[in-house]
């Protein structure tokens, strides 16, 4: 079964550096998304992507924050100047409408901002 | 927007019990899917079941049922004879048509205790 790939399974970084997280989605899926879930509470929507450009983006993705399908099969989330608060997974997504299941995730990216 | 609330912080039963998790929803589309997600220790998310607004038929999947009740908003989960590797945190979460980004409700933590 296509499945979402994520990289790094973890990161850490130090606060103020910029990081990139990065996703390939599954290929014939037009719907692309970030999730955010600090530990131990709920999954928060970031943004979702389609037909290269930002569709919807949540109060949480402020500037600090933006998405890049830079080549067609990458989806990258890119964190300019990490704050503590930044320390989450990070899920990415993608969606095909046609299909029964809809979203399938990858299995995230643990951020430690330290 | 969509809203989903999941009032049971966390519930915990003796193996081979039954038990259910709540799910309310609120949505002023007419056309929109419901989810549940298992999310184990490991940290992935699980995909368990998708429903459109406009399939109100219960469904069953082994140990597993789910009663979706448009009167009531509600989209509730039952466990039966519930087993120890059902322990997880469980996701309800909604999307409409209109915009398709997934919002979560705010889980509900799972212990099955042997």
């Known amino acids: 079964e296509p499945e979402v790939t994520q990289t790094p399974s973890h990161q850490v970084t130090q606060m103020g550096q910029e990081v990139i997280l990065r996703c390939v989605p599954i290929s014939n899926h037009l719907y692309f998304y970030w999730y955010r879930q600090i530990l131990g509470q709920k999954v928060e929507f970031l943004v979702s992507f389609y037909n290269n450009e930002i569709s919807e983006k949540s109060e949480i993705f402020d500037d600090q924050f933006s998405v890049e399908r830079p080549d067609g099969s990458n989806f990258t989330l890119k964190i300019r100047s990490t704050k503590l608060e930044d320390s989450a997974m990070y899920f990415c997504?993608?969606?095909?409408?046609?299909?029964?299941?809809?979203?399938?995730f990858g299995s995230g990216t643990r951020l430690t901002v330290v | 927007a969509q809203k989903v609330t999941q009032a049971q912080t966390e519930i915990s039963v003796v193996e081979k019990e039954d038990v259910t998790l709540d799910c309310v929803y609120e949505?002023?589309?007419?056309?929109?899917?419901l989810f549940w997600y298992k999310q184990p220790p490991s940290g992935e998310l699980v995909f368990l079941i998708r429903r459109n607004s406009f399939d109100e038929q219960n469904e069953i999947s082994g140990r597993y049922s789910w009663n979706f009740q448009k009167s009531t908003s509600s989209f509730n989960f039952t466990i039966t004879a519930s087993q120890v590797v059902d322990s997880a945190v469980y996701f309800c979460a909604l999307s409409e048509a209109g915009n398709n980004d997934m919002r979560f409700g705010a889980g509900t933590r799972l212990t099955v205790k042997p």
């Open positions: 949505t002023r589309d007419t056309t929109y899917y």
């Open positions: 997504a993608s969606l095909d409408t046609r299909q029964v299941r809809g979203y399938t």
